[in-house]
């Protein structure tokens, strides 16, 4: 890793080859530059694409698009409600809609006449769409826009259903990539000018993020069209505020070094290159660590978190290419005068050694273990409340806002049977159409309805009316039911699929990845710190609180959202999801304290060593942490409940990591433990000599044995 890390410093900070790294850069982004953009044309927004690899309402899913009958097109469902009783005119409004809606019916399909409720308030409308999201989304908006048209006084109509659900959600991201980089990036420069306190020093790291995001766009359609990489709304999404948080920690971290060996060389290119050298090594094991964690979410089921992890590895990795070759690049090329009005210059007096975080290190070395025992009170404090998370959304809770979707099933729960309007879908064998239709009949709280063949006369499509809320535990219970009796009909390769089918699945699925994936993170994350500290106890230590973290993040944010944001329920994919990336991005800051830590052990003790570690590194790892929540935090600005939560939890997890976990907790925990923390490694038994030579040549204070 350093011959590499040496090679790389060489470039960005030579005489000429800097030249060579901007010319590099530039023409890639004219070359990659026209892609920008485009990954979008490979989102996936179809149904499957959300629902969990290999699961029966999947292959359900997937069967039916090769079909093109209305039996399995995407309902949209009006429902038109009077409180006082339905009339005549709501009657006469409902048949003049129902004509004018068949010329949106899938094939040319027949709209059923309306259904009327039982209490006399209400009649429901079902009108089949084609599955093309595109023709969905205008669909969805000429229905709407046709059944306000005309409504009677005190009429309501809403237009719901499974159609009115995707065009609402589809509708929540258009245009929000572009808003989302607005307003990421005003968050950053702010934050930079603030850090910097400098006019000039913010635009370097914006430049270099400019560079990184045509490398990540180019790089990611390219994957996207020929590699098969899974693309979503989200993930497209994540992208770029993963691009401005990572980044600009990479690059905080490196102009922090920078700035240091600047004050101890009058040769801006010599300084550059001391300090790639020195910070190098703890930024790419931080970006291997992220990029290889982030990847194995590969390993799981459900599509959208493999997405929002491969994407995110994608952009992690052409992140740090730009911070480690183009930003210190242009850094040399500008020179000393960036950091105007607070320029270092040679010779100039460090403050290693004192200042806040100084005092804050000595502090803590005085009462280690008051201070870690009173960290651990507060994050099982906070992780306490996580105990009381209810998991899952129902539809109703999917967005921030209530869309007329939302609106329309709650209407259509209170005035019907709770799955008329989104029946189960049963698929099987046309011979064996008899017995399964039987079978689910058989099957307490299950009516058979409407049946059809598929175009081939192979297959029969039969749905099976709920008689729960299809969102409920009820009428999963009642799918796991109806799966039993069909897989028990010999020779009727049926399954069982639909909206209620869907959610078990997906229930199921991210219970099981988190399983599979948790496990191979945390020895992702603990070999890496194995091999960057060569040791074994301080590595175990900082696994340990980095799942102690996530604990108390997850539970903090729970209260948010209870209390904050009005949230019943909690995503089942946000636990697996945010343990990942906020294991991968907090151990950013282990390595970011513990390799300085390790550094600074070598030439002055182990505990001088702590102290000059949280002096040097706890500015930038606060500020680091403060631009990565801030940019993770704009997710809460989304008008869907998952991402909302997702981004709240990273956030909150990387504050907490900064300002409690790498600048309290650890410190605290390295002191007390003594310099067993660096067993079995060779520092570990430097240490424990009476006095060595210095480490490193030239630098003075020689090795201390201490506890």
């Known amino acids: 890793m350093s011959d590499s890390v040496g090679l790389l410093a060489k470039l960005p900070s030579g005489r000429r080859s800097k030249w060579a790294i901007l010319a590099l850069w530039i023409v890639l982004a004219v070359v990659l530059g026209p892609l920008f953009g485009k990954i979008e044309d490979y989102e996936d927004r179809t149904p499957s694409g959300s629902l969990p690899r290999g699961a029966e309402s999947t292959a359900v899913m997937e069967e039916l698009d090769k079909y093109r009958s209305a039996s399995e097109a995407v309902p949209v469902v009006a429902v038109y409600t009077r409180e006082a009783g339905i009339q005549d005119a709501d009657r006469s409004k409902v048949e003049a809609d129902r004509a004018a809606f068949a010329r949106f019916a899938d094939g040319g399909a027949a709209i059923e006449p309306a259904i009327p409720s039982q209490d006399g308030k209400a009649l429901m409308l079902v009108v089949p769409l084609t599955r093309d999201d595109v023709e969905i989304d205008f669909a969805v908006k000429d229905l709407r826009a046709a059944a306000q048209a005309g409504a009677p006084a005190g009429l309501d109509v809403d237009l719901g259903g499974p159609g009115g659900l995707l065009n609402d959600y589809t509708q929540a991201f258009e245009n929000l990539d572009v808003n989302l980089m607005i307003a990421t990036s005003s968050i950053v420069v702010v934050l930079l000018l603030l850090i910097y306190r400098s006019p000039f020093l913010w635009i370097f790291p914006l430049l270099a993020v400019g560079f990184a995001s045509a490398l990540t766009q180019g790089v990611a359609y390219l994957l996207a069209k020929h590699a098969g990489l899974p693309v979503n709304p989200a993930s497209s999404s994540l992208l770029m505020i993963l691009l401005f948080g990572v980044g600009t920690d990479y690059a ?46 590969a390993l799981a089921d459900m599509q959208s978190a493999r997405s929002l992890g491969l994407v995110g590895a994608t952009g992690v990795l052409c992140a740090y290419l730009a911070m480690v070759t183009i930003l210190p690049a242009l850094l040399v090329i500008a020179g000393r005068w960036v950091f105007w009005p607070f320029v270092p210059k040679f010779g100039q007096e460090a403050r290693e050694g004192r200042g806040f975080w100084s005092r804050i290190g000595t502090a803590v070395g005085r009462h280690p273990r008051v201070v870690w025992l009173g960290c651990l009170i507060v994050i099982g404090g906070l992780a306490v409340s996580a105990l009381d998370i209810k998991m899952g959304l129902a539809q109703t809770e999917v967005f921030q806002t209530k869309p007329q979707s939302v609106t329309a099933q709650e209407k259509l729960a209170r005035h019907f049977p709770s799955g008329a309007s989104d029946p189960a879908i049963l698929v099987a064998d046309a011979a064996a159409a008899g017995p399964v239709k039987a079978a689910a009949a058989g099957v307490d709280g299950a009516t058979v309805g409407q049946e059809s063949p598929s175009p081939d006369g192979r297959r029969v499509i039969i749905d099976v009316v709920l008689r729960d809320a299809p969102d409920s535990a009820a009428a999963k219970e009642t799918i796991d039911d109806i799966r039993d009796a069909v897989h028990a009909v010999p020779g009727a390769n049926a399954k069982v699929g639909g909206t209620t089918a869907e959610t ?114 706890g500015s930038v790892i606060t500020s680091a942490g403060i631009v990565l929540a801030a940019t993770f935090a704009v997710f809460a600005s989304m008008p869907v409940v998952d991402m909302i939560q997702f981004g709240v939890v990273v956030a909150v997890g990387v504050l907490l990591d900064a300002f409690l976990v790498r600048t309290l907790l650890v410190p605290a925990l390295s002191f007390d433990i003594g310099r067993a923390s660096w067993w079995p490694g060779r520092l570990y038994r430097d240490l424990g000599k009476p006095a060595t030579a210095p480490v490193s040549p030239g630098v003075p204070g020689p090795v201390r044995a201490t506890k």
């Not at 102009?255 to 550059?272: G, P, Q, S, T, V």
């Not at 099981?512 to 191979?520: E, F, L, N, T």
């Not at 329920?569 to 999801?577: D, S």
Request: aromatic share 6%; with cysteine; proline share 2%.
């Open 252 to 297: 905080l971290l490196l102009i922090a070094r920078y700035r240091e060996e600047l004050r101890r060389h009058a040769d801006k290119h010599l300084a550059m290159g001391i300090a790639l050298r020195r910070s190098g090594p703890a930024i790419l094991a931080s970006a291997a660590t992220v990029v290889v964690g982030l990847a194995c979410l």
């Open 504 to 617: 078990l699945d997906i229930d199921r699925a991210s219970s099981r990845d988190a399983k599979v994936v948790i496990p191979v993170v945390l020895a992702v994350i603990l070999l890496f710190l194995i091999i960057l500290l060569r040791a074994l106890v301080a590595p175990l230590v900082l696994l340990g609180t980095v799942v102690a973290s996530y604990f108390a993040a997850l539970g903090a944010s729970h209260l948010l959202f209870k209390h904050v944001f009005g949230h019943e329920g909690t995503a089942w994919q946000l636990p697996l999801v945010s343990f990942v990336f906020l294991a991968a991005l907090g151990v950013d800051y282990n390595i970011f304290l513990m390799t300085r830590v390790h550094e600074e052990a070598a030439r002055h003790g182990h505990a001088e060593g702590v102290r000059r570690g949280l002096s040097t590194t």
